[in-house]
């Protein structure tokens, strides 16, 4: 990985050694580390490797901070439509933690209450880039985007049933957002847009 | 057809000498008639048969009215997001129309200019049901059934372009609408949506 | 969720603490409950916090009347296909009950054995509306509607196999439908389309 | 060909010159000739080599009868719902003729009008095989394999739009198809059809 | 089911009571009985019904024999491509039987080493109606398909990974055979193949 | 449209009478004006209008600057595969240009040839925000994003043939880029693009 | 690119005035061209440049020979299906001869024949490396691979109709080709495979 | 399997006992073997028919070596991208050595750190012929395909999620690579691509 700070380590498709064995590389380094798409069984099994890492069950990520990290100034807004949603904005909102940046979670402002959204507006409009994490129709992104002045990237998430074809419902929808200013990154990638949003807000 | 009342062609596919035997036979039993999906053409080679039959270029209908249609006290809005869903939009008002229906328009109203939806909402919370066309990411639907208490039939329209894929995207978006009550047609049938809307309306 | 009688709970990706949560908050406000798509175990969990609490397995709804329904005169006809079904029957016929509705469920008229559904014709004819359960190759909607006057909720299952795709064949045979009236929800959305016909029943 | 009698030639991507070739060495043979997807222009430009050869516009064959074709007493039944699908319905009949069977065609029988299949039902049931063609939600073959105990041929068509996906909703459903019996070949295929139900026919 | 002699059950989707109460039921009615998709577990649970239920593991069928099944001197030919398409087989094979064909299997015939379906090709050429059943390209349809002159049913098998797609490759090509006089049943439905070749083999 | 600045008109879908319309309207306002997906005949019939507008004839817009549009310092770094690409390269730049940024364009830069693309490696690093236009497969969007730490606009094209199933080839790519930083649009949307990328140059 | 001998131009979406400055431009530098995708219209208005630039009707290719091409001793075997297939042959054949490579080419033997490939068995698997090119359902390569011992490209082309989608068929066909040996270029690329086949045919 | 050496099993979708049947026959013949897709348990089952019987968990291969294979000067060079690619890197190692080739492993060395495969690219331009292995966005074929001139087998791998569609979009863009020299086989096929590569290898 490019930036300096964090590593980052994908945990899907590794086995438990080999993610030990990149973590105590890394530990050497002294570097902060983030991990996604860990399991709780992976984090048990690597925990002792240093006090200081932390695991977050919902967004499973691993992190480890151990050069404390300044904040920005400006902030990046998660906002997001159902509590099925949560898992993506957890692994969001670790990323832009860790990548240095202030950040501000909406939750629960789906566009079937579209009031619940009225109601954090102001919060979402002072942010300096906007994340939006929606499943099902993910319709979100495009009222955001109507609403919203800033950059928003879209993050579909595979949450759903039937004719959702796990994410493509939504993907296909943010891809095809009449609202200009909306990007895409992929099904379920909190990581990406975090990445992302974290590359604009500290341009 | 089952209905009683106006008998109702679908072009498409048909020659026009097709399309005038349907018709010069169904003058003969006095009863009005809708054909859907008629060209420019098909029309002014039949349009000698009745010189009431009428042509709606934009909504590509041929409608003719022997018997005077009285109209329902409640009505069917029809909502739109996009100039470009206005075919589709003029299929379903003449639909509604012939069947017996008054009929409310509401057109662009897309959910990246909202404000322009909320100034219409009073007249769209009266009527009896509610007809949705919109393309693209087809966002519409849900927004407005998460504001409005009655059956919404919402049109995908094959409006848009690449990841679109020929109205897949605003199909697919409709289907997982998280609003509840709505329920979906086929891409670009606004006829079908009038057929239906008008039974709920004259239930 | 905008209806006042029952608070709806939807419970796929949900926890059971985060269930339990809900359900004991909407206790407080002495409302009716509908938590669709719960687990046997879900049940188990928190049928404690209310002996009214009732599970109905097949549907996977658990369901709880504190408020007595007075039910419409009017009723709501399910119609289902197959014996593999009747999970999503359940739901419908759930929701559907606790919405207020008065319904008859017509069960294993499929296609295949067309007289079984001739014998039930009349008691789906004087329905207010119909709700069509179907999945394989989805041709029970189409047959009721050319059968029936009245608006039909169709509903594609996921039963099948092969090139069934979960469900996409008869999403795609419903949404194709040449008889006029039928609009579709999602794959195995039973509540969906009882809520939509809840709606149409009650206008 | 594996055929005796009619040598075949399938038009589709060959020019004129290379069709005026094959026919002209086919009359040589003096086989009977049947080419299928032959446009209007094709035969035009060949008609001159025989004047015995004939052309189907609705069901774009050319044939040629140069030996007398015995009929077959048994016969197949050709059935087929809207208009729109007559094009394959003649390029089926053509070929089951050629082939020297008799047949019987069985026309606008759709399941939105069902009373109509009823009417016509004797004359199918008698036949020896069944030919099914219908476009859009290709519900027609589930109900004839339900109400007919005869092998079944099902033809999905093209007709149609939207979800129809090119003959794609109609031909997942023929797959699917609730009714034993039932077997399916490519989309549009009436030639594949009538070979396939002539083998049978003449077992 | 309409044959007169088994009565057929499908037991995907089904509990062991249902198939228990199904077979009870049938045992009554004294008719030969045939059960597709069971597992050894539904087996374990019902076979104390009657000893003469029998279960074959590899086709996941249960039959029952209470009437002596004649078969027919003419036979159908059921043939594969590689031993992973065994369990398709296997259930074509025991449809076929109890509806009274008499029926040989030619296994492991695939088109990578065809000198063994040449072997074996008078075999099939003497059948009157082929059962080809195959994964992967599913290119053993249209080979035999080229070689015998005899209706030819294909099974595409969801044997295979990666862009098999489950069986979307054999089904397509089956669907796309250049060869005359093959049609095509569901993916993996041995049943539907087998339940056709017997209606054209008792012609 | 939300920005002060430019008005937006997306021509597609929109007859002659009435962009002239939306055009005349917006003179009025005394407005940048910028159109996309215009015709060479739509302009010919409409810049009678106003001698100032320009038509740009690969990237299909139309412009008008009646105001005078100070250019940011910084720019945006447009970056495109081959020639093929180039329509969507102009669309991009003629929408950062009339929205006031100073945007840089570097062509036939694909990976086939890669040595051009490190030529011109500094001009893309110094850019504050980089759009990526790359058809068929897509991976510049990967390899530019392992290379440059900005964000990457990426927009996949329709170009190329065969299983790139217009453009699907390269969204799918973009969507899964291993190179963080990467956020797409639709296909072809070189204005989406392009707006994206004018927000975030202008933070 | 890369290769020294001849230049390649691929001219789809290009523009005339565009391929002539191109092919003026290579003029210059005394190599030996091909064009591929070139349109008759193409041709006749760059082939004043160089009398001896020559142009293949069906395989849509211009050529120029100034550099005599030495052609290797092995050959290369291009192996086709149908008459329809012919276009991608000639591209095939064009690229080859002009990479410098001697080529053979056998046609017409797909395998609804198969008796017409085994005439020429001895050809093809003299060859060093196997070209395979066929539509529809793509049975071919697996039989060739079966067949001959030598690395097969297999060339899926777009012939065929309905369920063909455009060459999808005969793609997903190649790539799960049981017979090994076989890999696939995109559809319809008869210069992709060429160009892969005569890296290996001079190694 | 037509090579005379190795022979090889395909153990997905085979039973325990079949495999040890097949293995205990093939030890008759004294020939090496290899075994793709075998389970861990798979080969504690077998084991014990040979002490020489070796198994590699990540490739799943089962291998015995009881000829002692000569080794080819030339070497096949496999490329992969990322450390979850590493079971299909495997797969391919062990096939193209048991075949009998030289073969030089690189791994990671995805797009997103292009510097490390440009420290490698020595060793993979002096190979014969080079597997490229890579999932998410396949860009590595592309990017080898242009620095290297020697035949390119590319293989997709399902390592991803989301709008990978489990491989999907990987083996698009190598089947759409602008690179010329790349042919692909089906998505995780490492052996598939080794057995084409050692042909290659051994012409
Ligand atoms: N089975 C279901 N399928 C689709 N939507 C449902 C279902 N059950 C409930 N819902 C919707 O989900 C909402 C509750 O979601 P939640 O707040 O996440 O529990 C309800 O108001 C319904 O609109
Ligand atoms: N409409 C059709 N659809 C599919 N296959 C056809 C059709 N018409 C003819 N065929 C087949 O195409 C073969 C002739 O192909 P060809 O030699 O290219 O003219 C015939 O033997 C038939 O098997
Ligand atoms: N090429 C384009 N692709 C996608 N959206 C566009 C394009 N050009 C303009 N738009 C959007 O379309 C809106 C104008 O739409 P309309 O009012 O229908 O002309 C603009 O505000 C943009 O958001
Ligand atoms: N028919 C074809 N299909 C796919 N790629 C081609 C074809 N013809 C040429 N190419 C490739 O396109 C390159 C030239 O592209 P361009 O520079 O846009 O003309 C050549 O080097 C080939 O790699
Ligand atoms: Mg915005
Ligand atoms: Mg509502
Ligand atoms: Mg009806
Ligand atoms: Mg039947
Ligand atoms: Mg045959
Ligand atoms: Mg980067
Ligand atoms: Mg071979
Ligand atoms: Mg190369």
Redesign the interface.
Known sequence: ???GYPE?IYC???TIP?IREIIKFMLTKNNNILATRATKEMFDKVKDLDNKLKYNELGRTITLEVNEIKKTDSYIAIVS????DLAVVEEAKETASILGNKVKVITDV?????HRLYARLDIIREA??VIVIAG????L???V???V???I?AV?T????????????????????????????????G???A??AS??NQ?
């Open positions: 990985i490019r930036v980052v899907e498709n590794k080999q439509a159902g509590t099925s789906g566009v079937a209450g579209i300096k880039v099902m129709e993910g319709a992104a495009s009222v985007g109507g609403l002045d800033k950059p990237i579909p595979s949450v759903g049933y039937g004719a959702n074809f796990n994410g493509l419902s939504a993907l296909l929808s943010m891809l095809n957002s009449c609202a200009s200013g909306v990007s895409v990154v992929n099904i379920d990638n990581f990406g847009a990445y992302n590359m604009i341009l």
